[in-house]
């Protein structure tokens, strides 16, 4: 069991140019969660998906920012445009189901991007 | 969401139990206690979680009160290896459950 995978783990671009960071759920898992914590802060919320459904992206900046998760394939966080305030580690977790408060998030090392 | 208090920054000497509060007074019946932790420079992990009665894992204990407004996780040894910020998150046991929400947390710090 792989656990959830996440890459790449390092990625550098500079201003103006596109991010993709990929992240492949646990197995059995088809909930993903991505999160993003800026350096010295704490995990902020940003999107909740479903196999080719957004439950909620309520923390998502509303532009530049998008997200996904194929019917096949990883889930994909894709930041356009890239500014320097997006640099920052992005991490995401995958859980088996939602439905209850007891389910267990498993996260992933995460990916950090740095913007020059 | 409930709100939770938590110390900024808890210390404890190596080979010691320690005690991490948390204050959840706001929290809903249906809320499971989870706590997660994360070590420097990686993701959260899982600890541990429960709804009313006192749980043990391996790798540590969860007291919760028995009014449910306040719980702590116990350490029952602390190494080098327990140095992280440990989040305690209530979690909505109906169909909110998703959005697992962190707040600041406590930074364990073990000394040798």
């Known amino acids: 069991n792989a656990g959830v995978m996440q890459n790449p783990r390092h990625l550098v671009r500079r201003r103006g140019q596109e991010a993709r960071l990929r992240c492949s759920p646990m197995?059995?898992?088809?909930?993903v969660y991505w999160y993003r914590q800026l350096p010295e802060e704490g995990l902020k919320f940003m999107v909740y998906l479903q196999k080719e459904n957004i439950i909620d992206e309520s923390g998502m900046p509303k532009e530049r920012f998008s997200a996904e998760f194929p019917k096949e394939g990883p889930s994909i966080l894709r930041i356009q445009q890239v500014v320097r305030g997006d640099s920052a580690a992005y991490f995401c977790?995958?859980?088996?189901?939602?439905?209850?408060?007891?389910?267990?998030?498993?996260f992933g090392a995460g990916s950090r991007l740095t913007v020059l | 969401d409930a709100k939770t208090t938590q110390p900024n920054s808890m210390e404890s000497n190596e080979e010691e139990p320690v005690h991490l509060p948390c204050n959840h007074s706001?929290?809903?019946?249906?809320?499971?206690i989870h706590w997660y932790r994360q070590l420097p420079s990686q993701g959260p992990e899982y600890v541990i979680h429960?709804?009313?009665s006192n749980v043990n894992n391996r790798m540590a204990s969860l007291a919760i009160a028995e009014d449910r407004k306040s719980s702590t996780l116990i350490l029952h040894r602390a190494t080098l290896r327990d140095a992280a910020v440990y989040y305690c998150i209530p979690r909505d046991g109906g169909t909110g459950g998703f959005k697992t929400i962190f707040g600041a947390g406590t930074r364990l710090f073990v000394k040798a």
């Open positions: 977790a995958s859980s088996r189901s939602s439905g209850t408060g007891a389910n267990v998030l498993t």
């Open positions: 706001t929290i809903s019946g249906t809320d499971y």
């Open positions: 429960g709804l009313t």
């Open positions: 197995k059995g898992h088809s909930h």
